[in-house]
């Protein structure tokens, strides 16, 4: 009866598991690939992604890029296609534009339920359509309706984002792929199993944290496409960066991928090296000026619609300065979930075990690891002993990747806002790739919980949440810091290190011509770490011939004179504009009245709307204003998979689906049936001997 019991739930359990794993329209479709989808979510076929060209034109420190991504359709339906692809966080997008045979559509900008209304409608119609809006502040959805069978499609967009300076070196960022979002509370495996452990050979002590008070994310689907299998690769991808920094360039690396490099009087121009490219890592260049021609500050200005906007660039001097070390407490917290599997959590480990080593003998210190839920090392913070230390590595050498990324009781246990002592200054460094879909109530309990901590996030593998990691560090006044590869660890951390051991400049002010700038941003202006330059954009009533910054150093006030040279440069009201969105973004963080969410909202309409550019509440939209699909076709549904990104490992272990759960229950079952019966044979058998 117990063999026919469990034969019977291992069948039951396999025909569940095989069901969730259907490739329906966010699971298991083969990398870069549209998939033919019904309204009832029945899969029909697929479409394969034919290219992406990208070609970014850098002018001084503004990125201007253009991505061209040509699709075809080979079935005999008309389709709808929607694909979610990343930005880097601070691009503000502005153009949209659809090539469809000899036609070409404009998009334009629209408040963001008006932009759905146009497109439903336009789709309805038959008429060819497309929709731009944000996800999130680095990711984005586009979706194309009625691409006839048999036809070709391009969707060109344009973004804007200002590059970054750190280390003495400029760097551009790329974004091919994306790591799945974990969504809590969401039904997705792991996230709703308490796999709380007792593992005291591994020196573990303390309990779980309690589950994720966060309901399910309701754009969970828009920002979780499918991801493709490892290995494939049938989305192609080119880029050409064409690089007028303004000053003779020394340095010019392409980070992660082979390519080639043309040194012009004007210009630099790189391109990937000849043949195919998986889009699975981040595209990275960095560059530096000539030694003998290292600038200090930049100006940009423009005129723009009546208004003059300015974008200051000033770099701090990188002299090694004198210090007495402070006493520091500092809490290491490592993301040990699912997604961080394979090159991930070797890099992350290896980065962990690198700030060990760099504890002095006056700090103290304590690890937190969480996945589905938190441990720490200690109950509380422990000196920097070498006995300390020794099993502080043990123990991470000894940590694996598995579970949920339940990241919100890792945050409040390490953001302590009253365990600070004077005298002492206490550290958070975060270690994770970000792969939440939660974010804002994560900023809200970093708000809540800082006190006077600060926070400084490690992006960990090819393709992290650079937007939840960055606006982390700066709710936590700390400073985000990216490793992408094992290789990159000793640098990346010695980075970090120059950093948090060192002075920091606080309140912060710019005053041009003795005067205050009128709407800046960021306001107020965050700390200032060693090696980290300050980036302003704001309005202007005229361009400044000086700036002077005043701020406080160990508890001093110091100022200091720069002169600038103004340079006139085109984009910069996109840079400041993109710069407000993100303030007003800011202070809708744990923001719950009604009027004045409102308020922040229609704020972001109108910028968005004045300045052509897509917001979390405006989108891009384009109609081609003749019809092309009958009423009596039916109009079918295609969605986009990412390739998995690169040293990335997705099984059982990680940041399991039901179906996942399913199936390898099913399969236990009735191997224990198997088992039964061969026994129940065996036991017949001898009886029947004696």
């Given at each position: 009866?117990?063999?026919?019991?469990?034969?019977?739930?291992?069948?039951?359990?396999?025909?569940?598991?095989?069901a969730?794993?259907?490739?329906?329209?966010?699971?298991?479709?083969?990398?870069?690939?549209?998939?033919?989808?019904?309204?009832?979510?029945?899969?029909?076929g697929?479409?394969?992604?034919?290219?992406?060209?990208?070609?970014?034109?850098?002018?001084g420190?503004?990125?201007?890029?253009?991505?061209?991504?040509?699709?075809?359709?080979?079935?005999?339906?008309?389709?709808?296609?929607?694909?979610?692809?990343?930005?880097?966080?601070?691009?503000?997008?502005?153009?949209?534009?659809?090539?469809?045979?000899?036609?070409?559509?404009?998009?334009?900008?629209?408040?963001?339920?008006?932009?759905?209304?146009?497109y439903?409608?336009?789709?309805?119609?038959?008429?060819?359509?497309?929709?731009?809006?944000?996800?999130?502040?680095?990711?984005?959805?586009?979706?194309?309706?009625?691409?006839?069978?048999?036809?070709?499609?391009?969707?060109?967009?344009?973004?804007?984002?200002?590059?970054?300076?750190?280390?003495?070196?400029?760097?551009?960022?790329?974004?091919?792929?994306?790591?799945?979002?974990?969504?809590?509370?969401?039904?997705?495996?792991?996230?709703?199993?308490?796999?709380?452990?007792?593992?005291?050979?591994?020196?573990e002590?303390?309990?779980?944290?309690?589950?994720?008070?966060?309901?399910?994310?309701?754009?969970?689907?828009?920002?979780?496409?499918?991801?493709?299998?490892?290995?494939?690769?049938?989305?192609?991808?080119?880029?050409?960066?064409?690089?007028k920094?303004?000053?003779?360039v020394?340095?010019?690396?392409?980070?992660?991928?082979?390519?080639?490099?043309?040194?012009?009087?004007?210009?630099?121009?790189?391109r990937?090296?000849?043949?195919?490219?998986?889009?699975?890592?981040?595209f990275?260049?960095?560059?530096?000026?000539?030694?003998?021609?290292?600038?200090?500050?930049?100006?940009?200005?423009?005129?723009?619609?009546?208004?003059?906007?300015?974008?200051?660039?000033?770099?701090?001097?990188?002299?090694?300065?004198?210090?007495?070390?402070?006493?520091?407490?500092?809490?290491?917290?490592?993301?040990?979930?699912?997604?961080?599997?394979?090159?991930?959590?070797?890099?992350?480990?290896?980065?962990?075990?690198?700030?060990?080593e760099?504890?002095?003998?006056?700090?103290?210190?304590?690890v937190?690891?969480?996945?589905?839920?938190?441990?720490?090392?200690?109950?509380d913070?422990?000196?920097?002993?070498?006995?300390?230390?020794?099993?502080?590595?043990?123990?991470?050498?000894?940590?694996?990747?598995?579970?949920?990324?339940?990241?919100?009781?890792?945050?409040?246990?390490?953001?302590?806002?009253?365990?600070?002592?004077?005298?002492?200054?206490?550290q958070?460094?975060?270690?994770?790739?970000?792969?939440?879909?939660?974010?804002?109530?994560?900023?809200?309990a970093?708000?809540?919980?800082?006190?006077?901590?600060?926070?400084?996030?490690?992006?960990?593998?090819?393709?992290?949440?650079?937007?939840?990691?960055?606006?982390?560090?700066?709710?936590?006044?700390?400073?985000?810091?990216?490793?992408?590869?094992?290789?990159?660890?000793?640098?990346?951390?010695?980075?970090?290190?120059?950093?948090?051991?060192?002075?920091?400049?606080?309140?912060?002010?710019?005053?041009?011509?003795?005067?205050?700038?009128?709407?800046?941003?960021?306001?107020?202006?965050a700390?200032?770490?060693?090696?980290?330059?300050?980036?302003?954009?704001?309005?202007?009533?005229?361009?400044?011939?000086?700036?002077?910054?005043?701020?406080?150093?160990?508890?001093?006030?110091?100022?200091?004179?720069?002169?600038?040279?103004?340079?006139?440069?085109?984009?910069?009201?996109v840079?400041?504009?993109?710069?407000?969105?993100?303030?007003?973004?800011?202070?809708?963080?744990?923001?719950?009245?009604?009027?004045?969410?409102a308020?922040?909202?229609?704020?972001?309409?109108?910028?968005?709307?004045?300045?052509?550019?897509?917001?979390?509440?405006?989108?891009?939209?384009?109609?081609?204003?003749?019809?092309?699909?009958?009423?009596?076709?039916?109009?079918?549904?295609?969605?986009?998979?990412?390739?998995?990104?690169?040293?990335?490992?997705?099984?059982?272990?990680?940041?399991?689906?039901?179906?996942?759960?399913?199936l390898?229950l099913?399969?236990v079952?009735?191997?224990?049936?198997?088992?039964?019966?061969?026994?129940?044979?065996?036991?017949?058998?001898s009886?029947?001997?004696?």
């Amino acid at each position: 009866m117990t063999r026919q019991l469990l034969h019977t739930l291992g069948l039951f359990f396999l025909m569940i598991g095989q069901a969730q794993a259907l490739p329906t329209e966010w699971q298991e479709v083969e990398s870069g690939t549209l998939v033919l989808q019904s309204d009832s979510g029945e899969v029909l076929g697929a479409a394969p992604l034919l290219s992406t060209e990208v070609e970014l034109i850098v002018t001084g420190v503004i990125a201007r890029a253009h991505v061209s991504q040509s699709f075809s359709n080979p079935s005999q339906d008309w389709v709808e296609a929607v694909y979610v692809f990343p930005l880097p966080e601070n691009a503000a997008v502005d153009h949209l534009r659809l090539r469809i045979g000899d036609r070409i559509i404009e998009g334009q900008i629209k408040e963001k339920q008006q932009a759905r209304k146009i497109y439903a409608e336009a789709k309805a119609k038959g008429q060819r359509t497309g929709l731009v809006e944000q996800q999130r502040p680095n990711l984005f959805t586009t979706s194309v309706a009625n691409i006839p069978p048999g036809e070709s499609i391009v969707v060109e967009l344009e973004y804007q984002h200002t590059v970054e300076r750190e280390a003495g070196e400029y760097r551009l960022r790329f974004p091919m792929t994306l790591t799945p979002r974990y969504i809590p509370n969401a039904g997705n495996g792991a996230s709703q199993m308490d796999i709380g452990r007792a593992d005291a050979g591994r020196g573990e002590i303390g309990q779980p944290e309690s589950k994720s008070i966060f309901t399910a994310i309701a754009d969970a689907v828009a920002i979780s496409p499918p991801i493709g299998r490892q290995g494939v690769n049938n989305h192609p991808i080119d880029i050409t960066v064409r690089l007028k920094a303004g000053f003779p360039v020394g340095l010019v690396e392409s980070v992660d991928h082979p390519a080639t490099i043309e040194r012009g009087d004007e210009e630099v121009v790189v391109r990937l090296a000849k043949g195919d490219h998986m889009a699975n890592a981040d595209f990275r260049l960095r560059w530096a000026p000539a030694r003998s021609e290292q600038a200090q500050a930049a100006f940009y200005t423009e005129t723009w619609q009546g208004e003059l906007y300015g974008l200051l660039m000033l770099v701090p001097p990188t002299t090694e300065v004198d210090i007495k070390p402070v006493p520091r407490d500092v809490v290491y917290v490592l993301d040990t979930s699912g997604s961080m599997g394979g090159e991930s959590i070797r890099q992350a480990k290896s980065a962990l075990i690198m700030a060990l080593e760099r504890l002095g003998p006056k700090d103290r210190f304590n690890v937190i690891e969480f996945n589905s839920g938190t441990w720490s090392l200690w109950p509380d913070i422990q000196a920097a002993s070498p006995g300390n230390i020794a099993m502080a590595r043990s123990y991470v050498h000894s940590l694996e990747a598995r579970g949920g990324t339940e990241m919100l009781g890792a945050m409040q246990r390490a953001l302590c806002p009253d365990c600070t002592p004077e005298g002492r200054v206490r550290q958070v460094i975060f270690l994770t790739d970000g792969a939440v879909g939660n974010e804002r109530g994560l900023f809200a309990a970093i708000q809540q919980r800082l006190g006077r901590t600060r926070l400084f996030t490690v992006g960990i593998g090819s393709a992290p949440n650079s937007h939840f990691m960055r606006k982390a560090a700066q709710f936590g006044r700390g400073s985000y810091t990216y490793i992408a590869s094992t290789s990159e660890v000793a640098r990346a951390m010695s980075e970090l290190f120059a950093k948090i051991e060192r002075p920091v400049m606080t309140d912060i002010q710019l005053q041009l011509d003795g005067k205050v700038a009128r709407e800046q941003f960021p306001s107020p202006i965050a700390d200032l770490y060693y090696g980290e330059p300050l980036i302003a954009t704001m309005k202007l009533n005229g361009p400044p011939s000086e700036v002077m910054v005043v701020g406080t150093i160990d508890g001093q006030v110091v100022k200091a004179q720069v002169p600038v040279e103004v340079s006139p440069r085109s984009g910069v009201h996109v840079a400041w504009a993109r710069s407000k969105v993100e303030s007003l973004q800011d202070r809708m963080v744990g923001r719950a009245e009604p009027d004045a969410v409102a308020s922040l909202r229609q704020a972001l309409i109108d910028i968005g709307l004045f300045h052509h550019m897509v917001t979390p509440h405006t989108s891009l939209v384009a109609v081609d204003v003749t019809p092309v699909r009958a009423a009596d076709e039916m109009l079918q549904k295609k969605r986009l998979a990412n390739n998995p990104p690169k040293g990335t490992r997705f099984g059982l272990a990680q940041t399991a689906s039901p179906a996942s759960l399913s199936l390898t229950l099913g399969l236990v079952l009735l191997c224990v049936a198997f088992i039964l019966f061969r026994s129940k044979g065996h036991e017949r058998r001898s009886y029947g001997a004696a």
